[in-house]
Every structure is written in C-alpha cells, then in structure tokens.
C-alpha cells in the first residue's frame, strides 16, 4: 500500500526559506515508474499544481514558484523534497505531496494522481 506522509512545513517570514519532505513507502522510487508532484492549497482556493518530477528526471514548476522552489528526490531514502528559499506571502498555503505510476512521456494531470499525503502547513508572514 502505497503512503505518502509530508513534513518540513512550519510559519517563516518573507525571504525566509523552509525545506519540505515527503517520505514514501509501499514503493520504491528506483524500482518502479512514478510520477511525484508537489501541490498546494490555500483557503478557499483550488488545488494548484506547484512541481513535479517525471520518471525521465525532469522536472516542471508553475511560473509564481520559478527560480524559487526546488523539486528534488532521493531514491536512497525514498524521499521527496521540495526546497522553497525567497518565500512570500502568497506561497501560505497546504503542501500536499503526490504520486501516480506512470508510462507516459505526457505530464499527467492533477486528477490523474492517486495517491496524496495529509499535507503540511506553510505559512509566510510579510
């Protein structure tokens, strides 16, 4: 069964920076085809794809978090990571990590993911 349980999230000020982590389990990221994504919400507001990460390696961000979130993983400790340094205001939201088996050379779509985390909380004070 596969788990997904996110951690790192924490209230910081504007510029400051957090590191997010995701560890999975009922997987293994070296052995088997998964898609991970990074997805936040914020009250009353849709959830928003943030990063994500392809089974070829390469990874995608939405335009507001370019150049400042960072999608990584370690196949080591089967962990994602999520690096969120010049952090504002509007970055306050629930980061939810996610994951879906994958074949296609297509990014999949965020209801094709099926299998989330609980979420962690972060929150950017100006």
């Known amino acids: 069964q596969v788990q997904l349980v996110e951690s790192g999230g924490d209230s910081v000020q504007a510029g400051g920076s957090l590191r997010l982590s995701c560890a999975a389990s009922?997987?293994?990221?070296?052995?088997?085809?998964?898609?991970m994504g990074w997805f936040r919400q914020a009250p009353g507001k849709e959830r928003e794809a943030v990063a994500g990460?392809?089974?070829?390696?390469?990874?995608i961000y939405v335009d507001s978090v370019k150049g400042r979130l960072t999608i990584s993983k370690d196949s080591t400790k089967n962990t994602l990571y999520l690096q969120m340094d010049s952090l504002k205001p509007e970055d306050t939201a629930m980061y939810y990590c996610?994951?879906?088996?994958?074949?296609?050379?297509?990014?999949?779509?965020?209801?094709?993911?099926?299998?989330w985390g609980q979420g962690t909380q972060v929150t950017v004070s100006s």
């Open positions: 996610a994951a879906v088996a994958w074949y296609s050379s297509r990014w999949p779509r965020k209801d094709e993911f099926n299998y």
């Open positions: 009922g997987f293994r990221f070296s052995n088997y085809w998964y898609c």
């Open positions: 990460i392809h089974i070829d390696g390469s990874t």
